[in-house]
């Protein structure tokens, strides 16, 4: 079984779980590739390479960080544009919270998905750190990788034997997922408000890695942001002198990679709103009641 993931990460935990996905489905016999999707040419057609590696796949993944309860709008474009005929895909996404709205997420992306006779076998989620709206601590930070790892092998299985999960119904999440789409219109807008301070050494890295070629140079060696931003975050994130301003939103900035170490002793406590504190409460319960089961079931050695 041979399986292209395509993968669209803003700042990197994305791309981690996809990878770790892949070589859940290695161990199990497939042969897998992974295929980022930053720069994508305009067209109405994928770029050959990417078309080719698609149709001769068996099966494809489409991994993406979740914007506003939604894919983010180059996922909806790569989706417009996949070669038919289809065949089997399923979804991995990642959020800074497990809130069952996220389930939403895949809503507009299905739709494009069924008219391209692509069907979704199974949907995916795994919490991962905030890089927008507030930073998590180390332990927590760990606390999702670890338990997202975890999982994956257990998914992977499922996926192989043809097992199908899919995200929860949730009432008028649909209403909300669409209301909430309008940030693929505000991040176009907002992201033409993104600053630099005088921190700023130019370094240029935002300019290589912004993954929609949102930020150049000007001809007097200023940075200059236009009107592609997908608000992915990886420029801020990722600023080595926490120099870049992100318009509006620049009071939910957080700046600086998670390092993912595993806490010495008691870790701190990290506190949340009543929404949010039950919500992880249930995301892990479920995960350790998933994995305690699965423990169960393994063959004794």
């Not at 590696?53 to 991994?63: F, V």
């Not at 909806?76 to 089997?88: M, N, V, W």
Request: proline share 7%; aromatic share 8%; charged share 20%.
């Amino acid at each position: 079984m041979r399986t292209v993931i395509a993968v669209f990460s803003g700042t990197g935990n994305t791309r981690r779980l996809a990878e770790a996905f892949g070589e859940a489905l290695r161990a199990l016999g497939e042969e897998v590739s992974l295929v980022p999707l930053d720069n994508l040419p305009a067209g109405d057609v994928l770029p050959e390479p990417l078309a080719v590696a698609i149709q001769s796949a068996d099966r494809l993944g489409i991994a993406y960080p979740v914007h506003a309860f939604n894919a983010p709008a180059n996922l909806l474009q790569f989706a417009k544009r996949l070669p038919t005929p289809g065949k089997t895909v399923f979804l991995l996404n990642t959020s800074g919270e497990p809130l069952r709205l996220n389930g939403m997420s895949s809503r507009k992306l299905r739709a494009i998905l069924q008219r391209r006779r692509y069907p979704v076998q199974s949907e995916y989620h795994y919490c991962m750190p905030y890089n927008i709206i507030f930073r998590h601590g180390g332990a927590m930070a760990w606390r999702m990788l670890d338990t997202a790892l975890q999982l994956i092998p257990l998914d992977a299985a499922e996926l192989v034997q043809g097992i199908s999960r899919q995200p929860d119904r949730v009432p008028l999440g649909g209403v909300i997922a669409c209301l909430a789409r309008i940030e693929h219109w505000g991040a176009r807008l907002n992201g033409r408000l993104y600053r630099v301070s005088d921190a700023c050494v130019r370094c240029n890295q935002c300019v290589r890695q912004c993954p929609a070629g949102n930020i150049t140079v000007g001809a007097s060696g200023q940075l200059q942001f236009g009107g592609h931003c997908l608000m992915c975050m990886r420029c801020s994130l990722h600023c080595p002198k926490d120099a870049i301003r992100i318009g509006l939103f620049n009071g939910w900035k957080v700046n600086g990679p998670y390092h993912f170490q595993k806490p010495a002793g008691e870790p701190k406590s990290q506190r949340y709103n009543r929404l949010l504190t039950r919500a992880y409460d249930r995301y892990f319960r479920e995960a350790e009641q998933r994995l305690a089961a699965a423990e169960q079931t393994r063959p004794g050695e």
